[in-house]
């Protein structure tokens, strides 16, 4: 972990932003910082790399205002933070930034959501990761089950892993930091990422990725972002088709999103993120009429999030549009082990095979 | 014996006198707390008309003192021409006497009633009669007098007459016991403060007990007495027509024109045709019924209206503003006055003044101010025109709340003067409902709401840039020294920037343990020349450069530097102590100063 290149990169970048500062001050002028704007109408598709990235739109924040100059100080004890850790190879929790802020005064996190918002900030001016700064988050990554096998490095030396041979019936936790898993070999034919625990125990209880050479991927509702670097690099490194298997409601369908397009939060490192070949399996609006499937009616905040999602540039595809609308007019959503109604075998013999020969996965 | 003959020996004439002892209330004597206000209200009244009249600056003297537990003395003393000695025992002791009752001019008194009441009230209460000493110039010896009414007949009944020895070459002096208390000490002081707003040549001092309040006058300019007019034939009754023509009145068109203001030949001419009577006829011989044409022909008739000038006598917008800048601290004060009007054939002025923000108590209704020529009205506000006419408005559309009436930090008054006050009744505590009155109250008022609104948003739009003032003086050095840190750099001198982005004058006052640094940069274009105010604990005995002058009190001190500072230059001083306090500039435009106080 401690690459020394990285951390002089990373230190020279972020103590560039405080240059940039000081001699913005020394010629009279108020210091101040330029991000893209972090909106959904903000994201636009490159071509090229096949993901959803920051567009054109920038905002400009100068020590103007007491809000503005209060943002750029914090900002300034941050830098100032990760110079000291870095230079002495430390590393701390998004968390414990925000208590360290505790004794900063004025500069002080009013909420983690700021201080977190603010590291996103630094890797957007910087065009580094968070790992750079050695910074970690408390999220868990994913955990893998199926037949693959890679090593990875820990504090007490490399270890090699089969992710089916060598793990529990809970298969394999990935660490916060993927960059220090080396993918080595594999025996599947797609992966397929699941939103629930329950489904995830489902498929591996059945047998599913033996019989038909799966690597199941547990999401933990919406994604860590080690889970989806690894997807990508699965995807990437392998040339694995990815699928994404989820409820059938609205914020399920944006988990789908975040693993192939990337979120809005993190556009600027969507490249490294996002899977673009992912796949959306279901649950599909039109599932649950094909299947009548035992369902809730939408409320008020979901039909709210669809109508949203209709003008969310990820979603402007054919084929969401005619799902989304078909969900507006059915009014109706289902989760994923609502298939258990007609048996618990059903997903994994008729639903799943049928839906990925569809799909061409199968 | 019939009954009607029975009844016919209980049947009497009553004296006015006798009538107003029944009837105390009408006059505002309803009660002891209030007796001492009227009385007060009727002596001074009299002591700034007379004044008005003999073109002096009134100075008058108010003394109140407490003689027994119930018995109150209350003295007032004016430098007005005097009374000639014959009369004094008619202007205190008969009601009904005065001099301003028939003629046509603003004034305070009118009726003759006011002081008399008082003197009745008294001898009511107390028994004692009432002593005026009056001195006409210094060639003519001051008299002493005492006082009562004979309630049968209201004629005066004088208990002593003497020569006196006085300081005073001219004036009057009153002293009037009666029985009451000083539970109105606090609304006294506040008449007293409101007589001295609307009365800016007036100096007042009040000694109660053993306080003295002073209220000083702001202008030095005796005040244009009003002159008497003719009576305008719009604002005319049948009765009064009827006591204006007497034998000498000569032929109708010359009693039309002579008697009348804004009366010519002509408008004569028109009047006699409308009333069908001819122009040339005796005015004395005209039958009841003449008289009864005559006087619709003069309602009808297009008759410019009367001249407001010469009869009227408004303060004036700047003399307001000035007077309540002394009274009252208030962030923002403009009055209106507006162009003389007219109801009833009687001409009036109303003049408007809005104050806001200092120290007006932030919350609850506005404080209102009601004067009817140059007297204020305190009480019954809820039944007066002038409030119905504030509550009558949308201040909402000036950005002031409003529950009935305006809320918030803020001061309305409203002066009404004219020839013929309406009053609700003859306590004159309010001005009865005249569209024309209140219509010109509302107009000055919306159009002073106008001015108040520009300020509240100019000062809002100044509150931002204040926020923008702030953020870099009190963040920025922090940001420049956390940079410094970080690229390993002494920190930038960040004054340029103040300078560049904010352009004023910016006055900092730091405390650390070395002691209290006051700094004032001038980022202005121009040059400044100020005051600088500094109230704390601190004595500054060190302060280098030292203060022009200290004052101290309660233990607090006032420093005062006069400074001079170029543009862009600076001026510091500092001195040992804990700092705290308050800092403030005079002399510069408030929009200019960026004021920063690291220790708030």
Redesign the interface.
Known sequence: MADKKLDSLATERL?GI??K??DQ??D????SISLPTRTKRNIAYDDESEVWKYGDRESTRS????????H??KM??V??FL?TQISQNRSSTLRELYYISEGWK??KFQAQDESNFLIEDLEILTDMQREAFHLRPEEDGATIFGPMKLREMTRRGARDIHCQDDVGEAGYQIPTNVETVELLDHEAQFVIAIETGGMFARLIENGFDSEYGAILVHLKGQPARSTRRILNRINDQFGLPVVVFTDGDPWSYRIYASVAYGAIKSAHISEILATPKAQFVGVQPSDIRDYNLPSDGLNDKDIAALTSELTDPRFSSDYWKEQIELQLQLQVKSEQQAFAAKGLDFVTREYLPARLSDMGVL | MDLAEELAKQQRSISVAEFFERNKHLLGFDSPTRGIITTIKEAVDNALDACEEAMVLPDIYIGIRRQSQEVIKIIVEDNGPGIVPRQVPYVFGKLLYGSRFHQIKQSRGQQGIGISAAVLYAQLTSGLPTAVISRTGPDSPAYRFEVQINIETNEPDVVSRSEVDWDRTHGTRIQIEFRSNLAARKRLIEYLKYTSVVNPHARIRLEIDDETVLFDRVSDEIIACPKAIRPHPHGIEIGQLRRMLGPESGTIEEFLTDSFSRVGKKTAREICGKAQVSCTQDAGSLSPAEQKQLIDAMQEAKIPPPQVTQCLSPIGEDLITRSLEKEFQMDFIRSRTRPGSVFSGHPFIIEAAIGYGGKLPPEGNAQIMRFANRVPLMYQQGACAITQAIAGINWKNYTIAQTGLPTGPLLILVHVASTSVPFTSESKDAIASIPEIEKEIVLALQDLGRDLKLFLSRRDKNRLQEDRARAVWAILPELAAKVAEIVEQDPPDISPIEGKVMRRLVVRKKTTGDGVVLELSNYTANQVTLSLYNISPNRAKDAHPPPDFVTELDGDYTKVWQISIGPGSSWKTSYSGQGGGTMEIRGVDPQQVVMVDFDG
């Open positions: 103590i405080a240059w500062w000081y001050m020394r009279g002028l108020l210091p020590a103007g205002t007491a809000k503005s100059a209060l750029l100080l300034a004890y830098i100032w110079k004025r500069a």
